[in-house]
């Protein structure tokens, strides 16, 4: 399974940024999708997470309101809309995928994960 993060950038604070999140390796139809960030200096924190299976989706809570996720599993491709981006977001972004079919009340639990793409950095600028 790989996994690819791309769309990453340097913007304004206000501004918004779709990242998107390449797959392939297997069909993800029953597994979840989730993207995770490090700021700098940090730990890695969850962001949001999209269960194909259902199409549930789960946001942190200095996302929810700000961020979208979405996805088609058929073209193994998801996004991660960001918008009214502000200095705390800046960090890599990392989206994950796991070889398990979480519930919904473990999508944001980092250590279930065992997909990693290498991550792409976001930089806000104040």
């Known amino acids: 399974v790989q996994l690819q993060a791309s769309g990453g950038g340097l913007v304004q604070a206000g501004d918004s940024l779709r990242l998107s999140c390449a797959a392939s390796?297997?069909?993800?139809?029953?597994?979840?999708i989730a993207w995770f960030r490090q700021p700098p200096g940090k730990e890695r924190e969850f962001v949001a997470g999209?269960?194909?299976?259902?199409?549930?989706?789960r946001f942190s809570d200095f996302a929810r309101g700000r961020f979208t996720i979405s996805g088609d599993h058929t073209k193994n491709t998801w996004h991660l809309q960001m918008n009214n981006l502000n200095r705390e977001d800046t960090a890599v972004y990392y989206c994950?995928?796991?070889?398990?079919?979480?519930?919904?009340?473990?999508?944001?639990?980092?250590?279930?994960?065992?997909?990693w793409g290498p991550g792409t950095l976001v930089t806000v600028s104040s």
């Open positions: 390796g297997r069909t993800f139809r029953d597994y979840p």
């Open positions: 999209f269960r194909n299976g259902n199409g549930s989706k």
């Open positions: 994950a995928t796991s070889s398990l079919r979480l519930p919904f009340g473990l999508i944001a639990d980092e250590t279930r994960y065992d997909y």
